[in-house]
């Protein structure tokens, strides 16, 4: 499956957080021809990340969150870059946990080839990565694994992270409010990331800035739980000024992205 177009990210950010779009709208917002953006929307549908309506297109409810496979198309430079910087912020011989999620997903793929960590995971993704490494322990919470996205919750799993004080977290959100609040949509899958970040020494938050865009019904907790925070970019003034106040480090990979203008052909 091919890798969307920054324009095709910007599109399906924008339908996420208005419902729908337009084509006139967003061929007048882009500066290209309406033919061009149906042709962005047909492929996006064809991937099933929109449903398209006369004029335009659609995003699904937004109290569920898009496939895993579909996620993973999304922001994926952007993730990456992001997995290689938090996985520098973790030196070897450490124990860390990693949730679910794709950007996580992305910071155990750079984790490959390092010495002496422990990873305490819930993402059978993760463990996949990082079982052939020699020199990586690796732990798994028991439970039942969702086949959506590899992921393990329920009472077992927040029992078994309870065990443990892990030197650093990794997570991730499924959106991040201005107000600083961390959100996800499984009730289930958030109970596990609070238990993960109340046992760690040091949280690391993963986020690409199109989390910023999206809203999720269910309240993981505030970033100021977080001690680093790695983005891409981070548009938000109200949301810079909260990391500030709270002492939170923020590793903005690409600062120029936060201003900079609407892509076009």
């Known amino acids: 499956m091919d890798i969307m177009t920054p324009r095709q990210t910007d599109i399906l950010a924008l339908a996420r957080t208005q419902g729908r779009v337009l084509v006139d709208d967003l061929a007048a917002r882009f500066n290209v021809t309406p ?4 042709k962005d929307l047909n492929e996006l549908c064809d991937r099933r990340l929109l449903q398209r309506v006369h004029g335009g297109a659609v ?3 937004g109290v569920e969150n898009l ?3 579909a996620r993973r198309l999304i922001a994926q430079d952007e993730k990456r870059a992001i997995g290689r910087r938090a996985a ?3 030196p070897d011989s450490s124990s860390l946990f990693i949730n679910i999620g794709t950007t996580t997903e992305e910071v155990a793929r750079a ?3 390092r010495s002496g960590l422990v990873v305490i995971t819930n993402n059978i993704n993760v463990a996949n990565l990082l079982r052939p490494e020699p020199h990586i322990e690796v732990i798994v919470a028991g439970g039942v694994v969702r086949r959506s996205d590899g992921g393990i919750v329920g009472e077992a799993a927040i029992d078994f992270f309870n065990q443990f004080m892990a030197d650093f977290a990794v997570i991730g959100a499924s959106a991040i409010d201005e107000s600083g609040a961390l959100l996800d949509f499984d009730y289930r899958e958030v109970r596990v990331s609070q238990a993960i970040m109340a046992n760690a020494r040091h949280v690391i938050l993963v986020a690409d800035r199109s989390k910023l865009e999206r809203t999720a019904p269910v309240r993981i907790g505030h970033i100021s739980q ?3 925070f790695v983005t891409d970019a981070l548009p938000s003034d109200r ?3 909260i990391c500030r106040e709270s002492g939170v480090r923020v590793e903005e990979l690409f600062p120029d992205r936060a201003t900079e203008p609407e ?3």
């Not at 033919?35 to 149906?38: E, F, G, K």
């Open 263 to 265: 892509p076009q052909d």
């Open 35 to 38: 033919q061009t953006i149906r």
């Open 111 to 113: 984790l490959q080839g």
């Open 59 to 61: 995003a699904g409810s």
């Open 239 to 241: 949301l810079a000024r």
């Open 226 to 228: 977080v001690h680093t």
């Open 67 to 69: 496939g895993y496979e």
């Open 88 to 90: 520098e912020l973790v």
